[in-house]
């Protein structure tokens, strides 16, 4: 079990870490066919000043290459070396995925349909139970950063459950473009920390398997303003200047391909469109059809699908319906 005691010295994985040390401890998650063992890099960052436990994580899908980055910056550039309290970063949750670039485990469970786990269950499930019980109980707050899955290109966001004040103050902190309302799933790791009465921000950004430069800077710049908040920041990192509020986004909507062919999309991600905007075209491979695709209402695209061929009733749009707003007060279309 993951503990600090009173004199402030940090337990976890079975090793202790003093006040103002840094340490980077293997929790070995499983072994391979030959017997090799497969351990994740778990990285501890300590302030001689007690205070918060922040724990980082990404890669809970493998091929979600983005939040790796995230992560991997935060590192590079010493903002997890905190003023006070403590940072705990973990780059790749799911070792195995990210070797083969495939979201899900060897077993085929999608480790984040399977929390809290199962000590005697399949290979994701009783490495989530490990992680719950020996590394999360130590946290006091979660940062977890994902991306859009397969070719869908998510605009950058935070996700917070509906009615959560406390995770919409962070969410203003964390100031990503978007803010989405967005029910926890079933046995996610968002919904064991809720459980647990651990405050977390869900960070989407990008697609899976691309790197994208402008998802990464947002991201590790919410990662700053949240450990300002906290009072974590060291005097030597600065501190980016805030642009512009979140867009709150409480309602989005899937718009389906109606016939089958190449897409050709004509807007970009988090861009706001007015209703009957030509959006995309979709075409033929023989130059004999072309279907304009016009959006079906006004709204803020969330998520863009990428694909260059699609199939008819493919989800290729989702779009905010709702009357978004930036915090605090109504948001035009031209201040975006």
């Not at 990192?237 to 909507?253: D, G, L, M, N, Q």
Request: hydrophobic share 40%.
């Amino acid at each position: 079990m993951a503990f600090i005691n009173s004199d402030n010295i940090l337990t976890l994985l079975g090793q202790e870490i003093l006040p103002g040390q840094s340490a980077t401890i293997n929790f070995n998650l499983a072994k391979l066919y030959t017997t090799s063992s497969v351990e994740i890099p778990v990285i501890i960052e300590r302030s001689k000043k007690p205070g918060p436990v922040v724990l980082i994580t990404s890669g809970i899908h493998g091929d979600e290459i983005n939040g790796v980055e995230i992560v991997r910056q935060i590192i590079a550039k010493k903002i997890n070396k905190p003023k006070i309290g403590t940072i705990i970063c973990i780059p790749v949750l799911n070792i195995f995925g990210f070797l083969d670039m495939k979201r899900a485990f060897p077993d085929g469970r999608d480790l984040n349909r399977v929390f809290p786990g199962n000590p005697r269950g399949s290979l994701a499930s009783r490495f989530a139970y490990q992680f719950v019980k020996k590394i999360l109980p130590i946290a006091n707050y979660c940062l977890d950063f994902h991306t859009g899955g397969a070719s869908r290109f998510n605009a950058a966001q935070i996700r917070i459950s509906p009615q959560n004040i406390e995770a919409a103050q962070f969410a203003k902190i964390f100031n990503a473009p978007f803010t989405l309302h967005s029910k926890t799933i079933p046995k996610s790791y968002r919904a064991t920390c809720s459980r647990l009465g651990i405050p977390i921000l869900l960070y989407e950004g990008g697609k899976s398997k691309v790197s994208d430069k402008e998802i990464a800077r947002i991201g590790v710049n919410g990662a700053i303003y949240f450990l300002n908040h906290l009072k974590m920041m060291r005097s030597t990192i600065e501190i980016p200047e805030i642009k512009r509020p979140s867009v709150v986004v409480e309602a989005t909507r899937w718009m389906r391909a109606k016939y089958s062919g190449l897409m050709h999309v004509k807007v970009t991600c988090g861009q706001f469109i007015e209703k009957g905007q030509h959006i995309a075209t979709i075409t033929d491979p023989y130059g004999k059809f072309r279907y304009p695709v016009n959006a079906p209402h006004a709204g803020y695209i969330i998520n863009v699908n990428e694909a260059s061929l699609v199939y008819q009733g493919d989800a290729i749009f989702n779009i905010s319906t709702d009357k978004a707003t930036r915090y605090g007060k109504t948001e035009s279309e031209e201040e975006v």
